[in-house]
């Protein structure tokens, strides 16, 4: 009996960030800035080629990321930035600990709008074929991981115009995913975004028994962002204490070092 091989290709973008490390993770072009580098290290035992490419993705109310084509997807609201960069190298081999500078040059478009504009740098592992071995006359199966690892590249023209408030902050309690009948306690924050720029910064909860008393940060979420496409969004935070503790909170939207303001928004309220 002959032996039939099966290719599975996986997508694991936890993995790829675990063996290549970028620096830095985001790239904004505001004001006069034309050209931009990202580095990258292979960061696992073996040697790995990695393709590199752009790519536009849509931001869900969720926090995650829908990838569009565009030449097929409606990118209405989108504010795309592919046209308007250019990047090199386009695929890399790097050897255990071998470093690589992508470089990236901005081309802005004659009468571009104010706003902001979007595209992510993704790099992908090509890949690896590793035979698995089954039982005389069975199939061998070969595995293809295929991993995958984005940042976001944004392009600022003209005057900031952007409004990040947070509308309600609660304490909630939701079910464990792997015992419904078990309660995780998490403060619900809801974010509404206005403007033509995205919001990205940091989501800190404070707490104190009594009003006399200090605020003491509890929880902190990085990275909450709204991008352009999203004006609302909710985003749970869990808290370490369970169940949560009584008394006053206070939730503040520090924004990220690339923005005037330092903090966005502040939110108390009484639980």
């Not at 969720?62 to 565009?70: A, T």
């Not at 802005?108 to 590793?130: A, D, I």
């Not at 991993?147 to 464990?176: D, E, H, M, R, Y």
């Not at 939207?253 to 690339?258: N, Q, R, T």
Request: overall charge positive; proline content about 5%.
């Amino acid at each position: 009996m002959k032996n039939l091989i099966f290719l599975v290709l996986m997508i694991c973008s936890t993995l790829a960030h675990a063996n290549l490390l970028i620096s830095p993770t985001r790239i904004l072009f505001s004001g006069n800035e034309r050209a931009e580098n990202v580095v990258i290290m292979n960061q696992g035992n073996t040697t790995a080629t990695y393709r590199i490419e752009l790519v536009t993705q849509r931001q869900t109310a969720d926090g995650g990321y829908l990838r569009l084509d565009n030449k097929k997807d409606d990118l209405t609201g989108m504010f795309a930035a592919e046209d308007m960069i250019r990047f090199s190298p386009r695929q890399v081999t790097l050897a255990p600990g071998e470093k690589q500078t992508v470089r990236l040059s901005l081309r802005r478009p004659e009468r571009l709008p104010e706003g902001e504009y979007r595209t992510h740098l993704g790099f992908t592992q090509l890949p690896n074929p590793v035979a698995i071995d089954s039982a005389p006359g069975a199939a061998k199966m070969q595995v293809f991981m295929l991993t995958s690892f984005t940042i976001p590249v944004q392009v600022w023209q003209g005057k900031l115009n952007l409004q990040a408030k947070i509308a309600k902050a609660q304490i909630l309690a939701t079910p464990v995913s792997e015992n419904p009948k078990q309660k995780q306690w998490a403060v619900a924050i809801d974010l509404n975004r206005s403007g033509s720029f995205s919001s990205v910064g940091k989501l800190n909860v404070y707490w104190k028994p009594t009003l006399q008393e200090e605020y003491q940060r509890v929880a902190f979420l990085d990275n909450s962002t709204l991008y352009r496409e999203l004006s609302h969004r909710t985003i749970l935070i869990g808290l370490k204490d369970q169940p949560a503790k009584k008394g006053y909170y206070k939730v503040d939207y520090e924004a990220a070092k690339f923005y005037p303001q330092r903090i966005f928004d502040v939110f108390e309220f009484q639980y």
